[in-house]
């Protein structure tokens, strides 16, 4: 009888709301189509698909392409590779957003944070071939800004875009300028709905500025820094291949060779179906065992999780 109860009450309630939820239906009809349909076809990674027998005509492959993945030398690199740049990328990127929130969100003067918020938002939507074409110019061996004013300095010019020594460093810090004033919005929304009566309570009591940012905005913006944590953990090895490839040269293939990378090339490009097929179903659950592993630490440490 409670079950019965309780489910007549859910679906008295969603009668209610129905208005809500036909202007959900829309979302909810692009998610099963683009993100659940699709998932059809990772039978391909278990078979040696031929277009002209479709998904269920092509013959059975068993695990011969996750084999063939891990039997080469490169496999095993590129998964370094991506896991290298991704935990730098985490650590030096994650924080940078948080700091321009609480940066901005000290900004007084109107006129000024709209300024600084979006001078540091519109780079998100530079393309990443204009993004990479930009490095190209202003680190140019002998044309290039940085490498003139190093050469003033008495340092030197350096192959940045070449050498694989900088390939990383170049990668992470552009990436910043790229994607800071996006994220940097998620937490400038949570600092918003802190009251302002905690603000004035704490100036009352001469708590000074860096006290406030310490005891009030820090503290509400934990649960939203966990839950982004937890969501960008869940894509170590999903590091999109477009800047990546663009940044390849002979040089730095060592370093730059990750495994969407690898996947473009062998499985693409050499219309090798099944094995990229196979290579994207073990991204994906290593990026899984990722997600479940840090959503865990997260609720043992601070009782927030994603689930």
Not at 72 to 90: E, G, H, K, V
Not at 132 to 160: D, K, Q, Y
Not at 187 to 193: C, D, F, I, V
Request: charged share 10%; hydrophobic share 50%.
């Amino acid at each position: 009888m409670n079950r019965s109860a309780s489910r007549c009450v859910r679906l008295h309630r969603m009668l209610r709301t129905w208005q809500l939820w036909i202007l959900l239906l829309p979302a909810l009809i692009w998610v099963a189509v683009f993100c659940y349909g699709p998932m059809y076809g990772l039978l391909i990674a278990f078979k040696t698909y031929k277009p002209k027998l479709g998904i269920w005509g092509s013959p059975w492959a068993g695990l011969k392409y996750f084999q063939q993945f891990f039997s080469t030398q490169i496999a095993f690199q590129s998964i370094l590779n991506t896991l290298r740049l991704s935990f730098c990328t985490l650590l030096f990127s994650f924080p940078v957003p948080i700091l321009l929130a609480l940066v901005i969100n000290q900004i007084q003067r109107t006129t000024l944070r709209k300024f600084v918020q979006t001078a540091t938002y519109v780079p998100y939507f530079i393309s990443n071939v204009v993004v990479v074409g930009i490095l190209s110019v202003i680190l140019n061996p002998t044309t290039g800004f940085v490498n003139r004013l190093l050469e003033v300095c008495g340092i030197g010019s350096r192959m940045f875009m070449s050498r694989p020594e900088y390939f990383i460093p170049v990668y992470v810090l552009s990436g910043i300028w790229q994607t800071a004033g996006f994220n940097a919005i998620i937490y400038l929304s949570t600092l918003t709905t802190i009251s302002p009566d905690l603000y004035e309570a704490a100036m009352i009591d001469g708590a000074t500025r860096m006290q406030r940012i310490r005891y009030i905005e820090l503290p509400a913006l934990t649960p939203t820094v966990v839950i982004m944590l937890v969501l960008a953990t869940g894509n170590m090895l999903s590091v999109g291949y477009e800047k990546v490839y663009l940044m390849q040269t002979g040089m730095n293939l060592t370093v730059s060779e990750v495994v969407s990378t690898y996947v473009y090339k062998v499985g693409v490009q050499s219309a090798q179906f099944s094995f990229a097929s196979a290579v994207g179903l073990f991204n994906s659950i290593i990026n899984l065992l990722f997600l479940i592993l840090t959503n865990w630490i997260c609720k043992r440490l601070s009782s927030v999780s994603l689930f």
